[in-house]
Structure formats: structure tokens, C-alpha cells
């Protein structure tokens, strides 16, 4: 044959290869290779270790010396790193993804071992013939048993196979002149592992003086891997009996965002802590201590103590003045019972958990590591030292968070730096955890009480919560140290019900019962207490049916129990329609817009300078800069918490006013709830809360008979008012305003109003005119052939040195006047004028009057005497507020969606200079909004018993976006030009 032609006479082709073989001392040439290792406990799951296109050079010139060089980029599950070795003059050179060692020895077979059992000598089973294979091709002793080879058709000229044995086999190519050009193995099996790779060759005799060349430069850096054996030891022994102690110091940055109820900020928590870990022994133990920065040292401590004893206890201990216990069959029966309520456990434990599990545990747990390999930014060693950069930012941790492992065999075992590794605002920075020698804990546990009744507790709160049927009764007291206040708070509630999918809770019956007394009192001038004024026992009833319709009646009782038997408000609601009522106060809670955000702000100040406000702005030095708790007792049948009233905002410049909280225990269940000495502002809260069963024969307390008004048309009112309230300009108008003055029969005034009203935010504006007849009868400044007196109102809250509303919502409101022929004409050449008046000016009823007769209508001074001569000036001091009263009348037409509300307006003013309110409401749809608007309000009331007034006030231009432009340059004209005009009123004022 061809081939046969071309071998030298006597020599078969197998022995000429074999023969090639011997005489080459060095090949070159590009690896490709792929490695599967099966995932521990799986079938057919795999990790991958990949190389492409590799450079890898062998030289062999003698029996003694072996040369090797490989540079490539090894792929392990698609995390890629850099590896060169290099081996020469029987020393080599590992540059593993940035570790630098170096390995001197004297055969190539225990290079080869120690290579491969960086890689994992338990998971790579390599055999001895594969050794063997190696010295056939690369040895020259004679001696040795020559490798059996098996020629296979290829398409290069000579091709053969090694039998590795298990049906592994190793194929060897050679090029025309008989020198080795390709070796290579399709999936060679070792253990549990599948081996693939191709080796494209070149055979060059003086590889060896390029391997040489290709040494690392900075060779003197690279460190002796035996010097690293006592590293490689204690983390050995560390595995083998995990017991070492934890010191953690460092700062957690926390940056708090700014909403609408405070302000953006930012505080940093001092860490200190120092724990022991004997896992073997299953011994846990510490100090754990946070505390703002700029203090030297915390007043918090926690000490705790995990052990096996009858079961493992762990013991807590807060600054020696609370210490629990918790036992390990309680923790697991309440975690059990957490979980088989709500189908997990507690939800951020299960987050970080299950991203702990998903990312590294179960990863490792199947022999797979590219989750930490990924996150590897640098490695480097010094002697007995190993150094990690790890990169936390693909766990959403902060794109510049890193960690900095430094594991030591000559001091400290292990220190991990930590900085800018955060979550959510909070940021771990320049913050060291040392790992050291493990030292037996001291840990005294005489005095903890061990807190079992936490599964019964949390089973009895989750059944009200998921089922609620209970019996609650209230009582306590809210009052100043002169007994001014609520004297006597007394109520129960007996509610049946059960949760449903489509609600929260649907309730089958219960109700309501709450009596709060009210003790007023009155103050000297000086604001001191003087005596006492009226008591009033508010008393307020409440029927639930199901969770659909409420009744309610709110009375008196001494008003019902008296001559007159006053029997209150009765009134009806379905409950449904005012879950949109939840969300408006939502979302008036998260706005931005200060008409609204105000409104929580004014709560939140009532709470500010304390931890309870910082926890709602979000920080939380203020708790960790403090003792929270003063002392604690507990008992079989009762616990007992004194927490610090200047920890929490409640204290003074007299008392700490430290507060309480009890519980009373019966069959393991919480019985009653008691918050004792809990002072607020100038008053002192008493409270307890009792549970228990409920009554199945008192379902409902309030009389159906007697309810008359249906009060469910709230809802859409709210939100109708509410749907007004966000818009940013007004046009309202009224015609015929009518004024009927009982004390001067003869006068009948009536008026026409046009106004624009401008608002966004806390800035206000108002432009409106205000038409008056005028007539000899009545008109201070008549004059003849004049019909009206004309004004033009303007309000301006501007503060001119800021340009943005005054901080006291304050503002000045400007009256412009003169007499006019008719409606639609405006001069201030006849009898007119200007006053100014600060907003402050009309707090009180007596300026109103004379703001309306005086300023805009004319009226004669003798007429207007006589009408405030007329106004009841009663002392109100002390007087209770009868709000049983304020409602007189209310209904809803939903088909035309208007309200018909009838209100006492001096039982809410305690007077009465405003008597009864009537006003039909109506809303219109605004395409331009989108909502419904309230559109109309047809007003009657009683002013101070003289003065009848009537008229239809209409929100008019609906679809219009913008209702002020039109007046805007008429009203900044006005202001700027009276901007500093001399305040009229109130007399005296100075601006």
C-alpha cells in the first residue's frame, strides 16, 4: 500500500512512530480541554471546567529534566479565570487567578499530584496508567514496559489508542514524518468525572529554552508553597473542630431618604461585638453592642449564651436588667406554628436565607463554587497569608461594595474587611471582623426566666387576628395632675368573626360600648389651674352587622338620664363604600403636597425629640443612644416591663416619667394588658385591656328603632371634597346673597360674589369681587345716582423677602372699594379707599361682623352697634361641647348625587353667634379632572340669632385646567402696588 511504501525497510510504521517519540525532547501547541464533575448528590447534574484554544508547551530533553509551561483562561460553570504555571529547572511557577506561588521538586510525577490536588484531589481520580502514558512519552529508560498502541483509520497518516482500561481511551496522531501532531480523549472516565480534550502539537527540540524564557519576571515575589503548609494546616483544624472567637468593629452608615414627613439625613452606628463559636459543642456566646458614633461607649448591651443542656437554651441578658430565657423545643414549636399559620417563617429571615441557600449553601453542597468564584476581585499571597477581594455588587449590596478576607497562619486566623456593603440605605464601612483563637466563654445564668407561654400567646393573638371571637373590656384614665381630662375610660367589645378571602374579616355580629368622662377645667390668667367646669360622660354605642352596615348612637348620659331625656345621634352607615376613605388617607399621607402632608406633620411634632419619632423618620441612634428599659420582673402569672420615659420623649424637667407595661397570664394565655404612668404632654395615661371569652347571647346594644339618618353618603362626599382639594385654581361665584337683618327689618342686603382662587401648596392666592347694593336707608357713604358698592378682595401669603409662603400660614388680605353705577363697573374715585388687614384679624366673630357690614356692605355705624349689641356674649369657660347635637339633619340622593346636611354650627363653636347650618351640596363630573367635583352649595344659616343669610355658591368652569391666569396680572399689579401699604387691622398691628 501507499503507507507501506513510504516506511523505512524493516521497521513497521508503529515502530517508527514509537522511534519519533524517543528522539522528541519538546512539542507546542494549543489545548482545548473540558472537564464534567458530577454535582454531589445528583444524577445527572454537572459542573463544567473549560479551556479553549490554551498554550501549552512540554520539553523532555533527558531522562532528568522536564520541562512544562501553560497559559490559559480557565472557565469553571462560565466564571473565567487566568492561570499560568510554569516549571523549569525542577521549579515551578503558579500564577492561579492571581495567587503567586512557587514548588520545587525533583519528579515530575509529584508536581503533576500537587497541581492537580489544588484543583481537588477527592474529585479527580486520576489512574497509574496515565502516569505510565507519560513515561512513554517522554521517558528514554529502555528498561521500562513499553505501552501497548492500537492503529484506528483517521484521516491523518498514522493514527493509534492507548487502552486505558474501563473502555477509556487516549488517541495519538502523527504527521507524515512520523512526529506526534495531535493527542486527544473523548470522554475519559475517572470517578465521577468525564474528561474531554484535544492537544494540537509541533514538535520543537528546544522547547525547553522557551519554556524557560516564559518565566514569571518577578519570580522573587512568588512564595515557596511549602511555606504555606501551617496556613494550609490551621484551616485544616479549623474544619475538622470549628471553634474560634468573632471581634466585629466598624461603622454602619445609615442614609435616611427625604419624603413628606421629614426631612433627608443620615447617622452612623458605632459596632462593637465580640462573640465564641464551639460549634462541635453547639456553645454560642457574646456581646453585642451598637451605639451612636459620636458616643465613647453604648448604654445598650446584649449578652447571650447558647448551650446543650436537657435541650439547647439560650440566655439574654439586656444590660443586667432584663434576663430571658429561651429554650430550643420553644423556639421550635413557635417557629413551627409561625410557619404552618402563614406557610413560612418570618419573611426577612427567609430572604436572606434562602439567598444565602440559593447562592452559596446549596450550590456547595453539590460541589459547585462559581457563585463564589464570580464574586472574587482579586487574590494575591504572602507568606503563611492569603488575601480575597470579593465584589458584592451582583447581590444588590452597592456597586462599589466590597470585602477584603485576609486569612493568616500567624496571627489572627482570618480578618474580613468590610466597606461600602450595604442595603436599603444602610452601609457597612471601614468595619473589621477578626476571627481568633476560641476561649471558653464566662457566663454566669442564675436569674433568667425562661419565657415558655410565647407559642401560647402567639397562638391565642393569631386566632383573633385570623378568627376574632373575644370578649374585651377597657379601662383607665387620662387626666393632668388636677384630674382635668378624660377621668373615667370604660368600654367593652364583643366581636364574633372570620377571615375571608375577599375581606380582611367578615364579622357575623358584635359591638361596641365606650364611655369616656370628661372632666373640663378652668385656668387663671397666669395658666394655672383655677377649678373645675362642667363634666360631660360621653357614652358611644356601636353595632357591626357582619362587616356590612354599622349602627351607632352617641349621647350624654346624664343629658339621656335627665328632665329633657336628650337621647343623642342615632345613625346608620354601610361599611363598604368608606374602604375608598382608607385609601384617600393614604393617600394624603404619602403626599408631597403641604395642604396635606401638614396634617401628619402637626402628629408627628407632637412626638418629636424621642426615639418614637426617630423610628418614624426612620433613624435609629436615638434608640441605641439610650437605656430603654429601667427594669423587669416576670413570673408565672405575670411580667412586668419598666421602660424610660426620657428614652421615649415622655420626660420632663421634674420626672424621668418612666412607664409600664403588664401582662397577667392565665392558662398560659395573656389575660390582661395594662400601660401604667404613661405621661404625654401634661397628662398621665392609665389604661388596662382584659380579654376574654366571647358572649353569645349580647350581639347588639344600639336601639335599630331610633335610627333615622343613614350616614353611608359620607363616603362619596369625602371623596368628592378630597377630589376638590387637589385642584390648584377655583372659579366660584354667587348671585343674590341674602342678608336679613332681624334687629332692622327693614334691611335686606343682598350680594353678588365672583372669585378666582389660586392654590399650590402652601401658597394661596385670592382675587375676587364682591358686588353690594347701596341705599339712603341704611349706607354710611350714600351717594346720590350710585346704585353699588363695589370691592375687589385680594389675599396674598407671599412672603416678599423669600418668595414662598409664610411659615405660620399666615398671609394679608387687601380690600378694595368705591361706589359704581352699576355691577360691572369698578372705581375707587367715589368715596373709595384701601385697607389692609393681617390674616390674624379674623380670628374672632366680632371682626368678621365688621369686616362684612362695616368694610364691604357700609352699613351705618348706629345700625352696626345695634347688631353687635345683639350678639350673646356669653362666658363659655368650662362649658362642655354637646357634639350629640351637632347634627341635626343628613341625607344622600345618589342618582343626582347631592347631600342635604343640616349642622348646629354653635354646639362645634361652643356659642351662638352661629346658629343652624343648612347646605345642599351637588357635584358635577369634570372631564378635565377626571373625578367628580363639588359643583354647588345652596347655604342658609343663622348669624348670631339677628342675621339671616341664604344664596347658592357654584364652582363654575369644571373643565377648565386653569381658572386664574385670566385675573393673574390684575392681581400682581394690585400686590405690588400696596405691598407696603400701613396693616388697618387688627388696630396696631405692625408688619
Not at 407 to 435: H, K, P, R, W, Y
Not at 576 to 601: A, L, T
Not at 779 to 803: K, L, Q, V, W
Amino acid at each position: 500500500t501507499p503507507i507501506v511504501s513510504l516506511l523505512p525497510e524493516g521497521k513497521t510504521k508503529e515502530e517508527k512512530f514509537r522511534d519519533s517519540l524517543k528522539k522528541t525532547t519538546g512539542v507546542e501547541g494549543q489545548l482545548n480541554l473540558s472537564l464534567k464533575i458530577r454535582d454531589k448528590g445528583t444524577s445527572d447534574s454537572y459542573s463544567f471546567v473549560e479551556t479553549k484554544n490554551a498554550s501549552l508547551r512540554l520539553s523532555r530533553p533527558d531522562q532528568n529534566t522536564f520541562g512544562f509551561d501553560l497559559n490559559a483562561d480557565i472557565s469553571y460553570n462560565d466564571v473565567s479565570k487566568g492561570v499560568h504555571i510554569n516549571y523549569a529547572d525542577e521549579v515551578a511557577y503558579m500564577n492561579l487567578a492571581g495567587l503567586t506561588y512557587k514548588y520545587s521538586d525533583t519528579t515530575y510525577k509529584s508536581f503533576v499530584g500537587k497541581i492537580i490536588s489544588i484543583f481537588g484531589v477527592d474529585i479527580i481520580k486520576v489512574p497509574d496508567s496515565v502516569y505510565d502514558f507519560m513515561d512513554i512519552l517522554f521517558k528514554k529508560d529502555s528498561n521500562e514496559t513499553e505501552i501497548a498502541f492500537e492503529e484506528e483509520k483517521s484521516s491523518s497518516p498514522y493514527a493509534y489508542r492507548i487502552d486505558l482500561g474501563n473502555r477509556n481511551f487516549i488517541h495519538l496522531e502523527e504527521d507524515s514524518n512520523y512526529n506526534l501532531s495531535k493527542i486527544y480523549a473523548n470522554e475519559l472516565t475517572f470517578g465521577e468525572s468525564i474528561l474531554s480534550f484535544c492537544f494540537d502539537t509541533t514538535r520543537n527540540d528546544d522547547e525547553l529554552t522557551v519554556i524557560k524564557s516564559l518565566k514569571p519576571s518577578n519570580e522573587a515575589s512568588y512564595k515557596e508553597v511549602y511555606d504555606s503548609l501551617d496556613l494550609v494546616r490551621k484551616i485544616h483544624d479549623l474544619v475538622k473542630s470549628p471553634k474560634f472567637d468573632v471581634s466585629l468593629k466598624g461603622t454602619l452608615h445609615h442614609e435616611v431618604e427625604e419624603n413628606n414627613h421629614h426631612t433627608a439625613s443620615e447617622e452612623d452606628i458605632s459596632l462593637n461585638s465580640n462573640l465564641s463559636f464551639d460549634i462541635p459543642s453547639k456553645i454560642y456566646a457574646g456581646e453585642i453592642t451598637a451605639f451612636p458614633d459620636g458616643l465613647k461607649e453604648t448604654p445598650n448591651r446584649i449578652s447571650f449564651l447558647t448551650r446543650q443542656e436537657e435541650e439547647q437554651k439560650i440566655y439574654l441578658n439586656y444590660n443586667d436588667v432584663m434576663k430571658i430565657g429561651l429554650s430550643d423545643s420553644m423556639l421550635n414549636d413557635f417557629l413551627g406554628r409561625v410557619k404552618a399559620d402563614f406557610g413560612t417563617g418570618f419573611d426577612l429571615l427567609d430572604k436572606v436565607l434562602s439567598l444565602l441557600d440559593e447562592n452559596f449553601l446549596s450550590s456547595f453542597r453539590k460541589g459547585r463554587y462559581e457563585s463564589f468564584l464570580g464574586m472574587i476581585n482579586s487574590l494575591t499571597n504572602e507568606d503563611n497569608m492569603l488575601k480575597v477581594s470579593l465584589h458584592l455588587g451582583g447581590f444588590g449590596l452597592g456597586d462599589d461594595s466590597r470585602l477584603d478576607l485576609e486569612i493568616n497562619a500567624n496571627g489572627n486566623l482570618a480578618t474580613i474587611s468590610m466597606d461600602n456593603v450595604g442595603l436599603q440605605g444602610f452601609t457597612f464601612e471601614d468595619t473589621t471582623i477578626t476571627i481568633t483563637d476560641y476561649h471558653a466563654p464566662s457566663f454566669n445564668t442564675e436569674g433568667y426566666y425562661f419565657v415558655d407561654k410565647i407559642p401560647d400567646i402567639y397562638s391565642q393573638m393569631y386566632n383573633i387576628y385570623s378568627a376574632p371571637k373575644f370578649h374585651l373590656a377597657l379601662e383607665g384614665s387620662y387626666t393632668d395632675s388636677n384630674g382635668v381630662g378624660l377621668s373615667e375610660i370604660k368600654g367593652e367589645a364583643n366581636l364574633l368573626g372570620h377571615s375571608s378571602k375577599d375581606a380582611l374579616y367578615t364579622f357575623d355580629g358584635g359591638y361596641l360600648d365606650l364611655k369616656l368622662s370628661q372632666q373640663i377645667g378652668i385656668n387663671n390668667s397666669d395658666g394655672s389651674f383655677s377649678k373645675f367646669g362642667d363634666k360631660k360622660n360621653h357614652h358611644i354605642s356601636l353595632d357591626l352587622e357582619k362587616l356590612e352596615t354599622a349602627y351607632f348612637h352617641y349621647y350624654d348620659e346624664d343629658l339621656l338620664a335627665g328632665k329633657n331625656k336628650e337621647v343623642g345621634t342615632y345613625g346608620k352607615m354601610s361599611i363598604g363604600p368608606f374602604e375608598d376613605i382608607v385609601d384617600i388617607v393614604k393617600s394624603i399621607y404619602k403626599s408631597n403636597d403641604p395642604r396635606f402632608s401638614k396634617w401628619f406633620q402637626v402628629i408627628a411634632g407632637a412626638a418629636s425629640s424621642n426615639v418614637i419619632d426617630a423610628l418614624k423618620t426612620g433613624r435609629y441612634s436615638p434608640l441605641l443612644g439610650t437605656n430603654l428599659v429601667v427594669s423587669s420582673s416576670f413570673a408565672t402569672d405575670s411580667s412586668k416591663i419598666v421602660l424610660s420615659g426620657k428614652a421615649f420623649g415622655f420626660n420632663d424637667e421634674k420626672n424621668n416619667n418612666d412607664f409600664s407595661i403588664s401582662l397577667q397570664y392565665e392558662n398560659n394565655k395573656v389575660k390582661t394588658l395594662s400601660l401604667e404612668n404613661l405621661v404625654i404632654g401634661e397628662k398621665t395615661l392609665n389604661l388596662s385591656i382584659t380579654l376574654s371569652e366571647y358572649d353569645p347571647s349580647k350581639t347588639s346594644i344600639v336601639d335599630r328603632a331610633s335610627v333615622k339618618m343613614d350616614f353611608t353618603g359620607l363616603a362619596p362626599l369625602i371623596s368628592d371634597l378630597y377630589n376638590t382639594a387637589n385642584l390648584k385654581t377655583y372659579h366660584l361665584t354667587a348671585q343674590d346673597i341674602g342678608l336679613n337683618i332681624k334687629v332692622l327689618s327693614f334691611i335686606k342686603v343682598k350680594l353678588d360674589l365672583d372669585f378666582h382662587i389660586f392654590v399650590d401648596g402652601n401658597i394661596v392666592k385670592v382675587y375676587g369681587k364682591i358686588n353690594t347694593p347701596i341705599s339712603f336707608l341704611y349706607t354710611e357713604d350714600f351717594e346720590a345716582f350710585y346704585s353699588y358698592r363695589n370691592c375687589i378682595f385680594y389675599f396674598d401669603d407671599i412672603d416678599p423677602n423669600t418668595g414662598k409662603a409664610y411659615e405660620d400660614n399666615s398671609g394679608y388680605a387687601y380690600l378694595s372699594y368705591g361706589l359704581a353705577k352699576n355691577k360691572t363697573t369698578f372705581s375707587e374715585e367715589t368715596k373709595g379707599g384701601h385697607y389692609r388687614y393681617h390674616s390674624s384679624y379674623f380670628q374672632d366673630t366680632e371682626s368678621i361682623l365688621h369686616f362684612l357690614f362695616r368694610d364691604i356692605i357700609d352699613i351705618k355705624t348706629s345700625y352696626y352697634k345695634k347688631i353687635v349689641n345683639a350678639i350673646n356674649k356669653e362666658d363659655t369657660t368650662g362649658k362642655a361641647i354637646n357634639y350629640e347635637k351637632l347634627i341635626s339633619s343628613f341625607s344622600y340622593d345618589e342618582s343626582n348625587r347631592e347631600w342635604n346636611v343640616g349642622i348646629a354650627i354653635e354646639v362645634l363653636l361652643n356659642n351662638d353667634t352661629l346658629k343652624d347650618m343648612k347646605v345642599k351640596i351637588a357635584s358635577a363630573y369634570s372631564n378635565a379632572n377626571n373625578c367628580y367635583i363639588l359643583s354647588q352649595f345652596d347655604i342658609s344659616l343663622t348669624l348670631a340669632s339677628i342675621i339671616d343669610m341664604s344664596g347658592t355658591v357654584k364652582n363654575i368652569d369644571l373643565d377648565k385646567k386653569d381658572n386664574w391666569s385670566e385675573v393673574n396680572d390684575l392681581y400682581a399689579s394690585y400686590i405690588q402696588a400696596h405691598l407696603n401699604d400701613q396693616v388697618d387691622y387688627p388696630s396696631g398691628y405692625v408688619a
